[in-house]
């Protein structure tokens, strides 16, 4: 079977909590495509070309805890702009979409640039403010030095950034599900999706 499930959003929205547990309760594979431009954004950050950094990427270099600081994330979100750098990460990404036993891609752009034809399309978003608490949260439980101020101006300038950039800018596919964590327990917002996969798998 080919099912793709893709869960498009904002930075720090949810996305990677509710793709994992979207995959865990349909036994599918999951894909966190952030994780591919982090891992060129932080070759570059180590003098990388980002054009060679992209067509040259490796699985391995996705198994690297480094790719969740902020600095990777904001070097994440320049090269993402680079039209070439986002063509050279296409076919992976389409690949992955089409594995046998249904496939979960979160990032900025599967519902309407990799994969359009998806099977169920989700927009997960929050306020700002909920996404940059959870993301101090989230940096601060690993032992990294972040102020919450400096986390909430990195998350809304990388929104802006993703949302006003050329290619593949960050917006909701017409026929994407919407989900507002703002108010959401995890549980709650993890049914919601799973409610949502399940009713097109039908
Ligand atoms: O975890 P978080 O939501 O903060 O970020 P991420 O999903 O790891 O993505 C890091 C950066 O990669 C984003 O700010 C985007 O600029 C870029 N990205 C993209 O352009 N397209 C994707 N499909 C996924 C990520």
Redesign the pocket.
């Known amino acids: 079977m080919i099912f793709t499930v893709a869960i ?6 949810g ?2 909590t509710i793709s994992k547990a979207v995959a865990a309760h349909f036994g599918f594979a999951h894909l ?7 891992a060129v ?1 932080a070759k570059v950050l180590a003098g990388a070309d980002p054009l060679t950094a992209a067509k040259t990427l490796d699985p391995t270099d996705l198994e690297n805890d480094a ?2 600081t902020p600095e990777v ?2 070097a ?6 680079i039209a070439e750098v ?1 063509s050279a ?1 296409v076919d992976f ?1 389409r690949s992955f979409a089409q594995r046998i036993g249904g496939a979960v ?6 519902g309407t640039v ?1 994969c359009p034809a998806a099977d169920a399309k989700l927009f997960v978003t929050a306020s700002p403010e909920c ?1 940059a608490e959870r ?1 101090f949260k989230e940096l601060q439980g690993k032992g990294m030095d972040v102020s919450a101020q400096q986390v909430l101006a990195d ?1 809304i300038e ?2 802006k ?2 949302s006003e ?1 050329a290619t ?1 800018p ?1 917006i909701a596919a017409a026929d994407a599900q919407q989900i507002d964590t703002s108010d959401l327990t995890i549980d709650e917002a993890v049914n919601a999706a799973i409610a949502f996969v399940q009713s097109r798998l039908g």
């Open positions: 498009d959003g904002p930075a720090a929205a996305k990677g966190d495509t952030g994780l591919l431009y982090r954004g790719l969740r994330a904001q994440a979100s320049q090269v993402a702009v986002r990460l990404q891609l979160d990032g900025r752009d599967i990799i996404r993301r998350v990388r929104d950034r993703d950039r593949a960050l």
